[in-house]
Structures are given as structure tokens and as C-alpha cells.
């Protein structure tokens, strides 16, 4: 257990933004933080980071507390922080020269060879970093965080607003990483990234970790539910939902109503039947197996994108 | 290792943003270009415009004329010059007019009202020259007998007196802004919260970039005095050395004003308003262009305590008029002071965290 969080806490005036999370991560293991903007999550890995300070619980790396000295952690870890930006006067070698330096390090030659090879940087080692793309300076912020060969690396949305190619081309990086033994601790409101790159994943909403496990077992928790989706004329009232045995979501806009039932043809049936009754058209209407989209409005009534 | 390679980022940083490099270098040349243009050539130059009918008197005026510095004797016709006059080209015009031989010649002087100051000198400097032509001819005895002595051996130039002004201004705008602008860009695109992740020492860091701006200040003050001595005609009297040391304290001292100043600033945006509201007043008040001898007591009290005053008057001491070190010992002292007082009080405001990072959360959560 390289990770240790234990009733991690922020208070934000009279708002809970954190509110006593607890969890652990393995040596080598792709932890995910699976959330919508505000959740928590990023306060959540400020407080782990050392750069935001906890009102309550700790956070072990190593066995080393983080709190009250960051400082203590600062060589073991490695951060991408949200939004990234560079000095634009510097080069792409100069950056990565000037952050090892700041850990008192000296890149070699080869160092700095593999790390340009990792993020597919070599042709752009002389650039300007104001001349990358917005998927190289996300692979550039990645490899800043590894000049000081942390052994735990946070990486907050390092894929959010690229297109799918070079989300991809980052996920190969933090695969890579894996596979040289480091524990990485990411942030996405990618349900995609999640499944794919994290081996588990905790469930933040509104401050609290609401499930945490392996993706497919969260999927498996919704059990054989099928998911049944349609959009109605009006809206349904909860009474009435409460009598279509099924667990209900909430309405959203984009997909209308969400239900999911364990017996998905005795639900649909009485849900035409009440509708006709009721005086309401139902259409639209989808049944699916759920995904960790599903998952997630399962447990938070909320979509998980923007 | 890690303060050298900050050093050389910071001074790339510096020297390939066009902006910076323009308000370092091209700007305090570009100033002094002008002012030397405006009053550094030909001031006191006094321009006459005569018109001559060849008598004798007329030919006294102008052989008097050839012995005095500093004026020029235009010839020509009267209404050519009297247009000349208008246009401002010349200061005054004297026209002899025809005369009988033994009668009084009638010399007409016009000139522009409006000039005051250069008419003025300009109608004394004729009169003077007709009133010696009437005692030489008519032999009156000299009732005085006047000798002028400078008392200051060494009279500054415009230019001379400009150039330590020019320095420190510079120093002053390039130490606030290019302190202060990049730190709060920083802090406002997270860059500081990314090197706070670093083992890196606050003092390392901001000691590399007080360090980088001095380096520019010393690039400055010699493409300064260089321009000087090759294009105006500057006499350099006093020690570099004497002078490179006031140029190192007043760099300290305006970069541990623009740290503050990185501590004061909530955005990027403010840092321009804040900078230029304690720039400009000062660059005037601390004796950049002109003394103000000519200001109430008040605002020469105050002109007194600015940080600016200090580094001009010391450098003008030194630079130009030769002075020792110890004769500066007092401005010297001054600048350490203010370093101190700039230091701490930016030591305690100093933010590596933009408010608007922590804003945003807040509104979000």
C-alpha cells in the first residue's frame, strides 16, 4: 500500500469540498478519480500533492505523512496540474532542463532522450512551447512531472479537451509508466478513460467517495439490470415511477428518463400500460446493457460530462 | 546548479520577449535620442536675422557679432525674414535703414512677443552690441571693468545631466515591470503553483530572477553610457567601478520594489496601473530630466525621500561630476533602506497562489 488516505477533509466557509475520504492505492496500481467538475476531485489531489492544506485527516505516501510538511514528498512524487502552461519563450528542452533543476537535478543525455521519446517530443525538442499542439503540451506537462523519477504520479485530467488520437497517444504514456513499476493517480470525467487505463476507480460526488472498485465491478454492482431509457411528453411523477419495480435515475435532457430493472420486460410493460392510463406519450425508447456512464447516474442522479 | 540554470531561464525569458527587450534597451536610447535632439544640440544658440545698407555702423554690428559665441548672424531681405521671424527661425530681426551721413541711424528691431525667453536675451545681446559700438566710436571711458568667472568648473551639459537620469529611470521601469509582470503571469497561469511541487527555495527562485534583472541593468547603464560618450559628447569623470556598484544597489532596490509590487498586484492587468502610478511621478519628481529647485518646498521634501532621487543623484555624482563613493555614502545608505523596506514587506505578501485559482474553486463548489 503506497497510498494512504484517511478522513481527508476541506471546508470551504460553511461548504464540505472534501468530506472524510478514505482510500488506499497498491505500488503500481492506476487509480482513477472518476467525477463531475466541483466534485472534489482536484482538491482532493491538491491536498494529497502537498499544495493544499487539509482541515482534517491525513495523507500517508510511503508511510511518509504529507501534512503538516509537504516538502518531505516533494521527491517522491510527480504532478501534472489542471490547465497546464509553460514559459513560451522556453524551449521544450529547456523546460524539461529547467524543472530537473529545480529538484536540484541533472538531466543526461539519455534522460532526456527517453523522456522526449516517451511523450513523442524528439522532433520538437528545439521548439517553442507556445508553437505545440494542445495534446504535446499535455504530453510535455506529463513528462515535466517525471524529471525527478517520482515513484507516485498524479495526473490531473491530462486528457481533457483532446481529441480522441491524441487521448490515446496519452494513454499509451501513463500505460508505459505503469509498466515501469509507477503508481498513478489520475483525475477524468472520461468514463472511456476510466475503463480503460484505470484498474480502479472511486466514484466522487459532491465531496464523498460514492463507490470505489474495479470498473467492471461497478458495472456488475447495477447486477443484470438492464438499462431502459425513453423520453415521455411530460414528466413522470415519482409515485408513479415507485410502482415500475425499477430503480430510477433522474431526468436529463439529453436522454430523457433512465430506468434500470432486473426485469426489463415486466417494467416496460407496466410503464405503456400506466402511460396510456396517465395520458402520457412514451417514445424513444431504448433497452441496454449499462455502462460505467450508467454507473455513475446510478449512484449520483448526474451525468458524468461537461 | 539549480540558481544557475534559473538565472540563464530567466534571462532567456528576458531577452527573446520582443516587449521586454524594447522597453529595456530601445526605449532609454530612443528617450535619449529625443531629448538630445529637442534641447541637448544648440540650446542657447541665439539666431539674428539683419538687414544691412552697408554703412559703417551697419558693418561695426556685424564684425561685433562674428566675436560673440553662441549667435548666428543671418543676412537677407527684410521680408524673407520677417516671415522667418514668424515661422519662429529667427529670434529677433535688425533692420538698418538707409541714413544721412552725421544723422543717428535708425535701427529697427522686431521680434515675437510670444518668445519671451529667447527674444529677451536676444534683444539684450543687440542692445549690448549697439551700445559698445557707440562708446568705441565716440571713446567714452570704461566706468567698469567686469570679469566673469564660472564658479563651477565643471558645468553639465544638458546631455551630461540627462544620461544618470536616463540610467536610473531605465533601471526603475525595467526592474518594476520585468519583476513583476512575469511573476504575476506565473502565478496567473499556475506556473508557480507547478514549481511550489519543486524542493526549489522561494529565495533560490526569486533570488535568480532579482539576480537575471540586475544582469539587465548593467546591460543597460552600458549601452547608455556608450551612446552617451559616442553621440553626445558626455564626459564620463567619474569611476565605472564607483558606478557599477550604484548601478547594483538601485537594480536591488527596484526589483525588491517590483517584487512587492508581485505581491500587491491581484492580476496581471493591475501590474501596469500600479507600475506606472509609482513610476511616473517618481521618474519626474527624483530629478530624471531637471532639478526642481523650482517646486514648492513641500514637493522637494518629498522628491527627497523617493527611491529613484537617490539612484539619480547618486550616479550623477559619480558618473558625471567624479565624485568618491563616500560622497555618496548618504544615497547609498538610502538605497539599502529602501531595498530592506521593499524586501520585507514583499516577503510578506508574496502569493504563490493566484486568488482567482482559489476564487473559481469556490464559486464551483
Known amino acids: 500500500m503506497i497510498i494512504d488516505v484517511q478522513d481527508l477533509t476541506k471546508r470551504y466557509g460553511g461548504l464540505l469540498a472534501v468530506d472524510k475520504v478514505n482510500f488506499a492505492v497498491e505500488q503500481g496500481e492506476i487509480f482513477g478519480f472518476l467525477g463531475p467538475n466541483g466534485a472534489g476531485k482536484t482538491t482532493c489531489l491538491e491536498m494529497m500533492e502537498g499544495l493544499r492544506k487539509p482541515d482534517g485527516g491525513q495523507v500517508l505516501l510511503k508511510g511518509i505523512s504529507v501534512w503538516p510538511n509537504p516538502g518531505k514528498v516533494k521527491n517522491l512524487i510527480g504532478v501534472q496540474l489542471q490547465s497546464t502552461s509553460f514559459y513560451e519563450e522556453l524551449t521544450v528542452k529547456e523546460i524539461l532542463v529547467l524543472f530537473a533543476s529545480l529538484y536540484n537535478r541533472r538531466l543526461s543525455e539519455g534522460q532526456l532522450e527517453s523522456l522526449l521519446s516517451m511523450a513523442g517530443l524528439e522532433e520538437k525538442r528545439n521548439a517553442y512551447t507556445n508553437t505545440l499542439s494542445g495534446g504535446q503540451k499535455q504530453r510535455l506537462a506529463i513528462i515535466t512531472a517525471l524529471v525527478n523519477e517520482p515513484e507516485i504520479i498524479f495526473l490531473d485530467e491530462p486528457t481533457t479537451g483532446l481529441d480522441p488520437q491524441a487521448r490515446r497517444r496519452s494513454w499509451e504514456i501513463i500505460r508505459e509508466l505503469q509498466g515501469k513499476g509507477k503508481t498513478i493517480i489520475l483525475t477524468t470525467h472520461y468514463m472511456e478513460e476510466a475503463e480503460n487505463l484505470c484498474a480502479r476507480v472511486a466514484i466522487i460526488d459532491q465531496g464523498k467517495i460514492v463507490a470505489i472498485d474495479q470498473p467492471q465491478k461497478l458495472i456488475e454492482q447495477l447486477g443484470k439490470k438492464a438499462k431502459i431509457s425513453f423520453a415521455s411528453s411530460r414528466p413522470l411523477e415519482s409515485v408513479f415511477l415507485a410502482q415500475l419495480g425499477a430503480e430510477a435515475g433522474q431526468v436529463s435532457s439529453a436522454e430523457g428518463q433512465v430506468l434500470f430493472a432486473s426485469d426489463p420486460a415486466q417494467t416496460i410493460g407496466v410503464l405503456l400500460e400506466k402511460a396510456k392510463q396517465e395520458g402520457i406519450v412514451i417514445h424513444n425508447l431504448h433497452v441496454s446493457s449499462p455502462s460505467l456512464d450508467d454507473v455513475f447516474l446510478g449512484l449520483t442522479g448526474k451525468e458524468l460530462r461537461d | ?365
Open chain 2, 1 to 365: 546548479m539549480t540558481f544557475w540554470t534559473l538565472l540563464l531561464a530567466n534571462t532567456r525569458l528576458q531577452l527573446r520577449n520582443r516587449g521586454s527587450l524594447f522597453w529595456h534597451f530601445a526605449f532609454p536610447l530612443v528617450f535619449m535620442t529625443l531629448f538630445g535632439l529637442i534641447f541637448g544640440r544648440g540650446a542657447g544658440m541665439l539666431n539674428i536675422g539683419l538687414v544691412t545698407n552697408d554703412s559703417v555702423p551697419a558693418q561695426h554690428f556685424q564684425a561685433a557679432f562674428n566675436e560673440i559665441e553662441g549667435v548666428k548672424l543671418i543676412q537677407g531681405e527684410e521680408n524673407t525674414l520677417l516671415e522667418d521671424l514668424q515661422d519662429g527661425q529667427i529670434h529677433v530681426l535688425v533692420v538698418f535703414a538707409a541714413a544721412a551721413a552725421g544723422q543717428p541711424v535708425d535701427v529697427e528691431l522686431f521680434y515675437d512677443q510670444n518668445e519671451m525667453l529667447a527674444t529677451g536675451t536676444a534683444r539684450s545681446v543687440v542692445r549690448g552690441v549697439l551700445d559698445g559700438i557707440t562708446r568705441a566710436v565716440l571713446e567714452v571711458p570704461e566706468l567698469f571693468r567686469l570679469k566673469e568667472t564660472a564658479i563651477s568648473t565643471e558645468e553639465l551639459t544638458f546631455m551630461s545631466f540627462l544620461l544618470p537620469g536616463v540610467i536610473g529611470m531605465s533601471i526603475m521601469f525595467s526592474a518594476l515591470f520585468g519583476t513583476a509582470y512575469p511573476l504575476v503571469t506565473e502565478r496567473e497561469k499556475g506556473i508557480l503553483r507547478r514549481v511550489k511541487l519543486t524542493p526549489v527555495k522561494t529565495a533560490v527562485f526569486l533570488g535568480a530572477k532579482a539576480v537575471g534583472m540586475t544582469v539587465i541593468a548593467f546591460m543597460q547603464a552600458a549601452i547608455i553610457i556608450l551612446t552617451g560618450i559616442s553621440l553626445f559628447d558626455v564626459q564620463i569623470l567619474g569611476s565605472l567601478f564607483a558606478a557599477a556598484l550604484v548601478v547594483l544597489l538601485g537594480a536591488l532596490m527596484m526589483v525588491s520594489l517590483g517584487l512587492l509590487l508581485a505581491g500587491v498586484a491581484k492580476r496581471v492587468e493591475s501590474v501596469d496601473s500600479i507600475a506606472n502610478a509609482i513610476a511616473m511621478p517618481m521618474m519626474f519628481l527624483a530629478g530624471t530630466f531637471f532639478e526642481i529647485d523650482g517646486a514648492p518646498d513641500w514637493l522637494q521634501s518629498v522628491a527627497l525621500i523617493l527611491p529613484l532621487t537617490h539612484l539619480n543623484s547618486a550616479l550623477r555624482e559619480v558618473l558625471i561630476r567624479g565624485q568618491e563613493l563616500a560622497a555618496v555614502l548618504p544615497a547609498l545608505l538610502t538605497m539599502v533602506a529602501w531595498a530592506l523596506v521593499f524586501i520585507l514587506a514583499a516577503a510578506y505578501l508574496f502569493k504563490w497562489e493566484s486568488p482567482k485559482i482559489q476564487g473559481n474553486n469556490r464559486k464551483v463548489l
